[in-house]
């Protein structure tokens, strides 16, 4: 889990580590619950433009407070599916955990960082390159292809606008999140291309974002479902792929996918309806 705090990829892969299979499929299912590098700018981003009115220390204080709420709120979701997951598909007896420490030897440099590029960097960095590529290709034609009286990404994000509305956002945003997925890096450039009608990916200034997401529609509970899918959600492709390496099937890697993804829906739909209620 705390691997995943810098990737999820690299917390799937470090769970080879736990002898149980049980154990290692509940902690590869549940890492993506915890927020990578990707998601962090986002989250932090969202934050200061809705939630923190106020700047200089307190200003930096309370960011800091809602964040840590927000990656509690990423444990603790942890914690339950992992509870959820050993008492229903991957029941099964708790085994022990004894971590040797073995004798101390002196670590031999070109070793070391030999097997620390192949092993782990190349091996995250290659699955990341043989997605991003076609997906950046299909990315741009959608953008660019018109088809009646707008292009494919318009065509697209109208069709998920219901849905969207059902869970207290829109339909540019859950495309954002759909295209997204070969690094959760690129769903704000997703979203502001998408609302400019722009034909390539860009990045705004804070003050130019908030006020082109409040000028669409966004409000303080569009911002905190948008935070709170971005903690719940699918795996980006990389970790997918690597839950299916490490796991043994895609089964795995559709249930990895599937699980933070319903979280992240019933809750945005909770939030959206109970601030629906009272607003």
């Keep these: 889990m705390c691997m995943g705090f810098g990737c999820n990829a690299a917390g799937i892969v470090g769970c080879r580590i736990i002898d149980s299979r049980r154990e290692r499929l509940i902690a590869m299912l549940t890492n993506v619950f915890v927020p990578c590098n990707g998601r962090f700018p986002m989250i932090i981003a969202l934050l200061g433009m809705f ?3 106020v700047s200089g220390l307190a200003g930096s204080m309370l960011s800091a407070l809602l964040l840590t709420a927000v990656i509690l709120l990423g444990i603790f979701m942890t914690f339950l599916m992992s509870k959820i997951l050993s008492a229903t598909i991957l ?5 022990s955990f004894t971590l040797e420490l073995p004798p101390y030897r002196c670590p031999q440099f070109g070793k070391v960082l030999v097997r620390s590029l192949l092993d782990r960097t190349l091996f995250v960095l290659g699955r990341a390159a043989a997605v991003a590529a076609p997906a950046g290709l299909v990315i741009w034609l959608l953008a660019n292809i018109t088809v009646g009286d707008g292009t494919l990404l318009s065509h697209i994000t109208n069709f998920f606008d219901p849905f969207g509305r059902l869970i207290g956002m829109d339909g540019v945003i859950v495309t954002a999140f759909l295209l997204g997925m ?88 909770a939030i959206s309806a109970i601030a629906g209620i009272f607003t």
Excluded: D
Aim: hydrophobic fraction near 55%; charge should be negative; aromatic fraction near 10%.
């Design 51 to 53: 939630f923190v009115s």
């Design 91 to 95: 029941r099964g007896e708790p085994s």
């Design 182 to 269: 070969p690094a959760n890096e690129i769903v704000i450039p997703l979203i502001i291309m998408a609302y400019m009608e722009q034909g390539r990916l860009s990045e705004l200034a804070p003050a130019q974002m908030a006020e082109l997401f409040t000028a669409n529609g966004w409000t303080w509970v569009t911002a905190l479902c948008v935070i709170v899918f971005t903690l719940m959600h699918f795996p980006c492709s990389t970790s997918l792929l690597t839950i299916k390496k490490e796991a043994g099937g895609w089964r795995w890697a559709a249930l990895g996918f599937v699980i933070p993804t319903i979280a992240g829906i019933v809750i945005c739909a």
